[in-house]
């Protein structure tokens, strides 16, 4: 089974900007694989932050935007705020209705 | 409002069964692919299985595959997780997941979970 792969942990300083990926074990990501990212913040559910690699879900700030960087989707945060301390999901769809998540990225502000 | 809440979760020992349910409202859910999700203590998240609109296609991870059946009621809002032969590994809060399919592949709206304990 494909393996997603993200940092485990970034740190980025107030007011800076961070870009988190996720790559795929045995293949590039592109667009065909629907690449979405997800923001949870401990005992919350998830929240839908991009969808189809670029497109930021509805109110969603756009300090967040979505991008393929060489061979993996990326989250760049733009003026990381003290609230964007999260955890960090990607998700790639797979095909046939099914889809394998990235282990996450633990996003410190600091 | 656009709302889903799982119920059903507890605790279960190993071998026992656990049926899952996640009912709907703001939308109109029979018009939506629906996924579980779920997420082990301390873990990341994991896709567990889908099931189309007209429940005609459905797929299960591997890690619960043989062990799990996916199921809606459309006439009642609802979606369901029929979990047996569960293991402590199934440990987790399962969250029900509105899908959007067709050009897209994401999930969009998300319920607040409900949580499977396994154990003896």
């Given at each position: 089974?494909?393996?997603?792969?993200?940092?485990?942990?970034?740190?980025?300083?107030?007011?800076?900007?961070?870009?988190?990926?996720?790559?795929?074990?045995?293949?590039?990501?592109?667009?065909?694989?629907?690449?979405?990212?997800?923001?949870?913040?401990?005992?919350?559910?998830?929240?839908?932050?991009?969808?189809?690699?670029?497109?930021?879900?509805?109110?969603?700030?756009?300090?967040?935007?979505?991008?393929?960087?060489?061979?993996?989707?990326?989250?760049?945060?733009?003026?990381?705020?003290?609230?964007?301390?999260?955890?960090?999901?990607?998700?790639?769809?797979?095909?046939?209705?099914?889809?394998?998540?990235?282990?996450?990225?633990?996003?410190?502000?600091? | 409002?656009?709302?889903?809440?799982?119920?059903?979760?507890?605790?279960?020992?190993?071998?026992?069964?656990?049926?899952?349910?996640?009912?709907?409202?703001?939308?109109?859910?029979g018009t939506y692919s629906m996924n579980w999700v779920r997420q082990a203590p301390g873990m990341g998240l994991?896709?567990?299985?889908?099931?189309?609109?007209?429940?005609?296609?459905?797929?299960?991870?591997?890690?619960?595959?043989?062990?799990?059946?996916?199921?809606?009621?459309?006439?009642?809002?609802?979606?369901?997780?029929?979990?047996?032969?569960?293991?402590?590994?199934?440990?987790?809060?399962?969250?029900?997941?509105?899908?959007?399919?067709?050009?897209?592949?994401?999930?969009?709206?998300?319920?607040?979970?409900?949580?499977?304990?396994?154990?003896?």
């Amino acid at each position: 089974q494909a393996v997603v792969t993200q940092e485990p942990s970034f740190s980025v300083s107030p007011g800076g900007t961070v870009t988190l990926t996720c790559g795929l074990s045995s293949a590039s990501v592109s667009t065909s694989y629907y690449p979405s990212w997800y923001q949870q913040t401990p005992g919350q559910a998830p929240r839908t932050l991009i969808y189809t690699t670029t497109t930021r879900s509805s109110g969603v700030p756009d300090r967040f935007s979505g991008s393929i960087l060489g061979d993996k989707a990326a989250l760049t945060i733009t003026g990381a705020q003290a609230d964007d301390e999260s955890d960090y999901y990607c998700v790639l769809y797979m095909g046939s209705g099914t889809w394998v998540f990235g282990g996450g990225t633990k996003l410190t502000v600091l | 409002e656009v709302q889903l809440v799982e119920s059903g979760g507890g605790l279960v020992q190993p071998g026992g069964s656990l049926r899952l349910s996640c009912t709907a409202s703001g939308f109109s859910f029979g018009t939506y692919s629906m996924n579980w999700v779920r997420q082990a203590p301390g873990m990341g998240l994991e896709w567990v299985s889908y099931i189309s609109s007209s429940s005609r296609t459905i797929y299960y991870a591997d890690s619960v595959k043989g062990r799990s059946t996916i199921s809606r009621d459309n006439a009642k809002n609802s979606l369901h997780l029929q979990m047996n032969s569960l293991r402590a590994e199934d440990t987790a809060v399962y969250y029900c997941a509105r899908t959007m399919v067709d050009y897209f592949y994401y999930m969009d709206v998300w319920g607040k979970g409900t949580t499977v304990t396994v154990s003896s």
